[in-house]
């Protein structure tokens, strides 16, 4: 994996944040030097969204303990930017770029979506900073890569070499319908939808929430009353042998490696990163589910995807490298302009949304 080809050595220090609907994590970075990789992170903090009021109060106590001066911000976040809001179903709070611009005394706040920034990260890290999930399949050919990720949400999107740098295209593959695949599943599908789910997204299976909803399906269709409400409760009980806790866990497992197989197929993927979300909780029972075999279940497309390496990169400062990274590839400012434009795709300062090149 390589690193993005358009640094600009020259970019000031400036904050990435990586929100998401349980935790924020930001960080102070500037561009890395030498043998550094090429985003150099000065100051890393990790906040529970639930405690605070907004995103902007989160962002001004980071401020005033690491980022003083600074008034460049650029978002990680899951969703679309629509007039100036941003759109996700996930966070606890309502955000707007001019508002936080504004709040926070910046100059400049621009947004992309979580995966793009984390398939951004994805090619700065390097092999051995990611576990190989699928054993004897670890070369790739060149190609797209996909990379995806079950948190609060379910998140993806592709990498697709172009020239001597990359084209990152975000999904929102969470919104697109629940695809059961045996009769048990078709059973949670009918049960998710008597209880008025009209439009059953794949996230609400393959998510961190959705690990709840999977187990609580199951125990409607076993007769049996749900004691568990949280996924970490549920890996536990899972752990110690408690059939249906046991059953979700491994269910959940075939349902992710599922949607891998046919994600993979739809972006003609060569390899595949799962980066983080709740998946390195519940790593070790990949090897007694039916996660690989449930990508490979892809019909005629089999053989193609038994050359897909899938790979789980657990890095908690992800979100903010890849955030970073992606300024520092297309960000064309430099160090003490003016806020003018500087280039065609240079970030704009009004703190509109930022277009993927």
């Given at each position: 994996?390589t690193?993005?080809?358009?640094l600009?050595?020259?970019a000031?220090q400036?904050?990435?944040?990586d929100?998401?609907?349980?935790?924020?994590?930001v960080?102070?970075?500037?561009?890395?030097n030498?043998?550094?990789?090429a985003?150099?992170?000065l100051a890393?903090?990790?906040y529970v969204?639930?405690?605070y009021?907004?995103?902007?109060?989160?962002?001004?106590?980071?401020?005033?303990?690491?980022?003083v001066?600074?008034?460049?911000l650029v978002i990680?976040?899951?969703?679309?930017?629509?007039?100036?809001?941003v759109?996700?179903s996930?966070?606890?709070?309502?955000?707007?770029?001019s508002?936080?611009?504004?709040?926070?005394g910046?100059?400049?706040v621009?947004f992309?979506?979580d995966?793009?920034?984390?398939?951004?990260a994805?090619?700065?890290?390097?092999?051995?900073d990611?576990?190989l999930?699928?054993?004897g399949?670890?070369e790739?050919?060149?190609?797209?890569?996909l990379?995806?990720?079950?948190?609060?949400?379910?998140?993806?999107a592709?990498?697709?070499?172009?020239?001597?740098?990359?084209?990152i295209?975000?999904?929102?593959?969470?919104?697109t319908?629940?695809?059961?695949?045996n009769?048990?599943?078709?059973?949670m599908?009918r049960?998710?939808?008597q209880?008025?789910?009209?439009?059953v997204?794949?996230e609400?299976?393959?998510?961190?929430?959705?690990?709840?909803?999977?187990?609580?399906?199951?125990c409607?269709?076993?007769g049996v009353?749900?004691?568990l409400?949280?996924?970490?409760?549920i890996?536990?009980a899972?752990?110690?042998?408690e059939?249906l806790?046991?059953e979700a866990?491994?269910?959940?497992?075939?349902?992710?490696?599922?949607v891998?197989g046919?994600?993979?197929?739809?972006?003609?993927a060569?390899?595949?990163?799962?980066?983080?979300g709740i998946?390195?909780?519940?790593?070790?029972f990949?090897?007694?589910?039916?996660?690989?075999?449930?990508?490979?279940?892809?019909?005629?497309m089999?053989?193609?995807?038994?050359?897909?390496?899938?790979r789980?990169?657990?890095?908690?400062?992800l979100?903010?490298?890849?955030?970073?990274?992606?300024y520092?590839e297309?960000?064309?400012y430099?160090?003490?302009?003016?806020?003018?434009?500087?280039g065609?795709n240079?970030p704009?300062?009004?703190?509109?949304q930022?277009q993927?090149?």
């Amino acid at each position: 994996m390589t690193a993005p080809a358009r640094l600009n050595p020259t970019a000031t220090q400036f904050i990435a944040a990586d929100v998401g609907g349980t935790h924020t994590r930001v960080g102070l970075v500037r561009p890395g030097n030498g043998a550094e990789s090429a985003v150099a992170v000065l100051a890393h903090r990790k906040y529970v969204c639930a405690d605070y009021p907004s995103l902007a109060a989160i962002l001004a106590e980071f401020i005033a303990g690491n980022g003083v001066g600074i008034d460049r911000l650029v978002i990680a976040c899951a969703g679309v930017v629509l007039d100036d809001q941003v759109i996700n179903s996930n966070l606890p709070w309502r955000i707007s770029l001019s508002e936080l611009r504004r709040e926070l005394g910046l100059r400049e706040v621009l947004f992309i979506n979580d995966f793009q920034a984390n398939a951004n990260a994805a090619q700065c890290m390097a092999p051995g900073d990611s576990t190989l999930l699928t054993p004897g399949v670890s070369e790739s050919a060149p190609g797209p890569t996909l990379v995806i990720g079950p948190g609060t949400g379910l998140g993806a999107a592709v990498r697709i070499p172009h020239g001597r740098g990359t084209v990152i295209l975000p999904t929102e593959a969470g919104h697109t319908a629940f695809a059961p695949g045996n009769a048990r599943e078709v059973d949670m599908l009918r049960l998710a939808q008597q209880r008025g789910q009209t439009h059953v997204p794949t996230e609400y299976f393959v998510s961190g929430p959705g690990l709840v909803n999977l187990y609580s399906a199951l125990c409607t269709l076993n007769g049996v009353e749900p004691s568990l409400r949280a996924p970490a409760a549920i890996t536990e009980a899972a752990r110690r042998g408690e059939a249906l806790a046991r059953e979700a866990v491994l269910t959940f497992c075939a349902l992710l490696g599922s949607v891998i197989g046919d994600l993979a197929t739809i972006a003609g993927a060569k390899s595949v990163f799962i980066a983080g979300g709740i998946l390195p909780q519940l790593k070790d029972f990949l090897p007694d589910s039916e996660f690989h075999a449930r990508m490979l279940d892809k019909g005629a497309m089999r053989p193609v995807m038994e050359r897909v390496p899938v790979r789980l990169i657990e890095n908690e400062r992800l979100g903010v490298i890849g955030a970073a990274s992606w300024y520092l590839e297309h960000g064309q400012y430099e160090s003490g302009d003016n806020g003018s434009d500087a280039g065609a795709n240079a970030p704009n300062a009004s703190g509109r949304q930022q277009q993927t090149q």
